[in-house]
């Protein structure tokens, strides 16, 4: 059974960094995209970056571009986001979830077939 489990959040000043990783475990995700959703209270689920589990595309949500990267370590069987210049809005439950996909840009939420439990990140101003 494919498990994704993801680790890294925490509190954060505005201005801040984190990098969230997602550990994947059961199958191989050769074929898969791996995605990072988030969720804040209140709010419906929304997508924020995506890579390739086989190559080097990415994927990004305007509001993330040019702040956030993702990124995955094959030998590690991890994906990483790494998040810089961090805001108040970005104050969300972070996900990553694996879609089988030949594309990158997978942004719905119910394509994805496997999920992580979740991390909390909060950005104080």
């Known amino acids: 059974q494919a498990q994704l489990v993801e680790s890294g959040g925490g509190l954060v000043q505005a201005g801040g960094s984190l990098r969230l990783s997602c550990a994947a475990s059961?199958?191989?995700?050769?074929?898969?995209?791996m995605g990072w959703f988030r969720q804040a209270a209140g709010k419906e689920r929304e997508f924020v970056a995506a890579?390739?589990?086989?190559?080097?595309?990415?994927y990004y949500a305007d509001s993330v571009k040019g702040r956030f990267t993702v990124s995955r370590d094959n030998a590690k069987n991890t994906a990483y986001l790494q998040m810089n210049s961090l805001k108040p809005e970005d104050t969300a439950v972070y996900y990553c979830?694996?879609?089988?996909?030949?594309?990158?840009?997978?942004?719905?939420?119910?394509?994805?077939?496997?999920w992580g439990q979740g991390t909390q990140v909060t950005v104080s101003a």
């Open positions: 979830a694996a879609v089988k996909s030949l594309t990158v840009s997978v942004t719905a939420a119910y394509k994805y077939d496997y």
């Open positions: 059961g199958r191989t995700f050769s074929g898969y995209a």
């Open positions: 890579i390739r589990w086989s190559d080097i595309y990415t």
